[in-house]
């Protein structure tokens, strides 16, 4: 039995079990999860501990020619937001035939527990189409969505019921960005902290009711980057590297304290160049801070003291990664390099020193802006054209351990997502789609 709500345009299954629905094609049940298996959730964007690793073993590392086998795939619109898992619950956010959609799927059926749609105006910059961005958050018995054009939405997160909403153009002003908003929120605590943009750099809303808790105000504005938090010296702090549409290119990463929004550092650190982004995350190292772009200063490893102020270690122009968030890994930072992505980069944490440069990738150009995960022991990557790499990446070089064409279609980019021995992958541009893949040994 389903009840729909016209007004919202939204449709909830009454908690019972998750329904099939047009646009789902199921192939073939998983293989049986391993008793020996360790497992996660990967409940935000940037993974369980915000670090684009997950603590999953026992993954399939070799396959046939055509990949590991699919389980099931949905039909969807456009957008490059990753999906949130916890537990039997799936989120996934995209824009079709006008309006944004937000989605609950069974993890290993792709069937739907609820839909929430709601219509949204969309428009282009410098020829690519606005389209949803940001991941969604699973916070507990929440989730939270930031839509393309502002739409903040706190759902119950079994039964899909929308507990608050506010829109962000509407309540702080429009956020100068080239492509609609892009970056996840933030659960840290109670609060709920968002790059806002418009009248607040960053603001912080009570997790429960959407009360607007502290704004803080600075000229750099909303970026695509997401939030991070973390201890530094024993206190917390939020990092949030900011940068936005604006004349003269500004932007660069701020220190903020989450108990009352005060920004305790700032540090410069945009692309001159207007048409440029901030849009990799921060990365936590110890006291420490990495931050990179890709059009023109490249990357840098900021030192905060124990009063918060924040001095430059060292910097590196050819760590230029331009969406990909780095990852941090036993005393090395690895990542993609470049506006097209086209070289995978290690360089060593303490003395900035590079490693090595692939350019792999590995050599026919089919990784361009991938995406990386650092997962039972290894390293799995997503090529911009379909293509799944396992990769060894350590202070010696890359070396690839198994590879698959999965699909062939560009804009193939963000983080695989793994959970529960499961990967997702969203298929974008040419018969855009949400693939689910058996990693089961």
Same mark, same amino acid.
């Given at each position: 039995m389903r009840v729909c709500t016209l007004l919202f345009l939204s449709c909830s299954s009454l908690l019972g079990a998750p329904e099939a629905f047009d646009r789902l094609t199921f192939h073939a049940a998983p293989k049986t999860l391993s008793r020996e298996a360790v497992t996660e959730d990967w409940p935000r964007f940037l993974g369980p501990r915000g670090d684009l690793q997950s603590r999953e073993t026992n993954l399939l590392k070799s396959w046939p020619a055509a990949g590991p086998n699919r389980v099931w795939e949905v039909e969807r619109g456009s957008g490059h937001a990753p999906v949130a898992i916890v537990g039997d619950y799936l989120v996934m956010i995209h824009t079709l035939d006008g309006q944004e959609v937000v989605e609950c799927?069974?993890?290993?059926?792709? =069937?739907?527990?609820?839909?929430?749609?709601?219509?949204?105006?969309?428009?282009?910059?410098?020829?690519?189409?606005?389209? !949803?961005?940001?991941?969604?958050?699973? @916070?507990?018995?929440?989730?939270?969505?930031?839509?393309?054009?502002?739409?903040?939405?706190?759902?119950?997160?079994?039964?899909?019921?929308?507990?608050? =909403?506010?829109?962000?153009?509407?309540?702080?002003?429009?956020?100068?960005?080239?492509?609609?908003?892009?970056?996840?929120?933030?659960?840290?605590?109670?609060?709920?902290?968002?790059?806002?943009?418009?009248?607040?750099?960053?603001?912080?809303?009570?997790?429960?009711?959407?009360?607007?808790?502290?704004? %803080?105000?600075?000229?750099?504005?909303?970026?695509? %980057?997401?939030?991070?938090?973390?201890?530094?010296h024993g206190k917390k702090r939020v990092f949030v590297f900011a940068g936005g549409m604006v004349r003269p290119a500004a932007g660069g990463l701020l220190s903020v304290d989450p108990a009352n929004g005060a920004i305790e550092a700032e540090v410069p650190w945009r692309a001159r160049m207007f048409a440029s982004v901030n849009a990799a995350s921060p990365v936590l190292i110890g006291n420490s801070v990495f931050i990179t772009e890709g059009y023109s200063e490249g990357g840098a490893l900021? @030192?905060?003291?124990?009063?918060?102020?924040?001095?430059?270690?060292?910097? %590196?122009?050819?760590?230029?990664?331009?969406?990909?968030?780095?990852?941090?890994?036993?005393?090395?930072?690895?990542?993609? !390099?470049?506006?097209?992505?086209?070289?995978?980069?290690?360089?060593?944490?303490?003395?900035?020193?590079?490693?090595?440069?692939?350019?792999?990738?590995? =050599?026919?150009?089919?990784?361009?802006? %991938?995406?990386?995960?650092?997962?039972?022991?290894?390293?799995?990557?997503?090529?911009?054209?379909?293509?799944?790499?396992?990769?060894?990446?350590?202070?010696?070089?890359?070396?690839?351990?198994?590879?698959?064409?999965?699909f062939s279609a560009p804009e193939t980019w963000g983080v695989p997502t793994v959970s529960r021995g499961l990967l997702f992958v969203n298929q974008n541009a040419m018969d855009p789609r949400l693939i689910c893949y058996d990693l089961r040994k």
């Open positions: 799927l069974q993890p290993e059926t792709g =069937k739907r527990h609820w839909v929430h749609r709601y219509p949204v105006k969309l428009g282009s910059n410098y020829g690519i189409q606005d389209a !949803s961005r940001a991941g969604p958050v699973i @916070d507990g018995d929440r989730v939270f969505t930031v839509g393309v054009r502002g739409d903040l939405h706190c759902f119950e997160l079994r039964s899909g019921k929308v507990l608050w =909403k506010k829109n962000l153009d509407q309540e702080y002003g429009p956020a100068p960005l080239f492509f609609g908003r892009g970056g996840s929120p933030l659960v840290d605590g109670d609060q709920l902290i968002v790059n806002v943009g418009g009248e607040y750099s960053v603001a912080s809303f009570q997790l429960r009711t959407g009360e607007l808790l502290w704004g %803080a105000k600075h000229d750099w504005h909303a970026s695509y %980057a997401s939030p991070i938090s973390a201890y530094i900021v @030192d905060f003291a124990p009063d918060g102020t924040a001095s430059m270690r060292w910097t %590196a122009p050819r760590f230029a990664a331009q969406f990909t968030t780095p990852i941090a890994h036993d005393g090395y930072l690895y990542g993609v !390099s470049g506006t097209g992505g086209t070289e995978i980069v290690c360089y060593e944490i303490e003395s900035g020193r590079e490693m090595w440069r692939d350019g792999i990738a590995l =050599k026919d150009a089919r990784l361009g802006r %991938a995406g990386l995960l650092r997962v039972d022991g290894a390293f799995l990557c997503i090529g911009a054209q379909g293509t799944l790499l396992w990769l060894d990446l350590n202070p010696e070089g890359a070396t690839i351990l198994a590879e698959a064409q999965l």
